[in-house]
């Protein structure tokens, strides 16, 4: 009975053992290598020094969306096209300033902002609530998931 118990113990403490050689040896706590990644961190969590051009964007089409969905739920239809317009022109400036960590997530969001914008303009073109109703929300979803995915860095 004690054979099998001092196999097992004796096969733990052998990887045991080789995990330990293997941390130390790739730059775990005792090796060299691990105060030349501690300067890594550092420059990765720099603040972006767009975030408040950005944020002030952001405010600004948040206030004209509060804008159009007043429109489309009253019905007023024609000035729609004007404050969308604008949001495109927002966009294409917010455009030139994506996070570090995910410039190029940020611009496939941009460019789907402006196709649904242009939605947006054709629905309300059409006189009909309904159709700009859902282009808005449309606008909305993709705004959602850029907010969701662009504003935090991945997990390290």
């Not at 206030?63 to 019905?75: S, T």
């Not at 000035?79 to 496939?108: C, H, N, Q, W």
């Amino acid at each position: 009975m004690k054979r099998p118990f001092n196999r097992i113990m004796t096969s733990a403490l052998a990887c045991f053992l080789i995990a330990g050689w293997a941390v130390a040896g790739c730059g775990g706590e005792d090796g060299g290598e691990s105060q030349g990644h501690g300067a890594e961190p550092a420059e990765v969590e720099a603040p972006d020094p767009n975030t408040e051009a950005r944020q002030e964007h952001m405010r600004e089409i948040a206030r004209l969306c509060e804008g159009i969905a007043r429109a489309v739920e009253e019905g007023s239809l024609g000035t729609i096209g004007a404050d969308v317009t604008s949001l495109k022109e927002i966009m294409e400036v917010v455009s030139t300033m994506p996070p570090r960590y995910d410039s190029s997530r940020y611009g496939f969001y941009a460019s789907d902002f402006q196709i649904r914008a242009e939605t947006l303009i054709a629905a309300a073109e059409t006189g009909s609530a309904i159709e700009a109703d859902s282009a808005l929300q449309d606008l909305d979803i993709t705004c959602g998931v850029c907010h969701y995915n662009c504003q935090y860095p991945p997990d390290p």
